[in-house]
């Protein structure tokens, strides 16, 4: 089974840009599709970037295109999250998670494998 830690996240203000960091053990992440899931209190967890197998990207939500890439260093067993020009909307705990599915699943259920989870706190 793979597992893994996600570290990065911490408070900054407005404008600011974060990585976030997901290292995996125990299995190479390149044989998953990987992505970063984020959750704010009271409301659901909601995907925001994937890389599949073959290391194609993307990121799920109009509203962070232009701000947020993901990337992956098979070396490191590692995947990241750059976040540019932070708002206080994208305050939230993100989380790595990992699947072995055909294609890159949509809903947090279809992720088998989960990280902690780092908080990223963006203040006005």
């Known amino acids: 089974q793979i597992q893994l830690v996600e570290s990065g996240g911490k408070l900054v203000q407005a404008g600011a840009s974060l990585r976030l960091s997901c290292v995996a053990s125990?299995?190479?992440?390149?044989?998953?599709?990987m992505a970063w899931f984020r959750q704010s209190p009271g409301k659901e967890r909601e995907l925001v970037a994937s890389i599949n197998r073959s290391g194609n990207t993307e990121i799920h939500l109009d509203s962070l295109k232009g701000r947020f890439t993901v990337s992956r260093d098979t070396i490191q067993n590692s995947i990241y999250l750059q976040m540019n020009g932070l708002k206080p909307e994208d305050t939230a705990a993100y989380y790595c998670a990992a699947s072995l599915s055909l294609f890159v699943p949509t809903w947090p259920s279809e992720y088998a494998y989960w990280g902690q989870g780092t908080q990223v706190t963006v203040s006005i």
């Open positions: 125990g299995r190479a992440l390149s044989i998953y599709n």
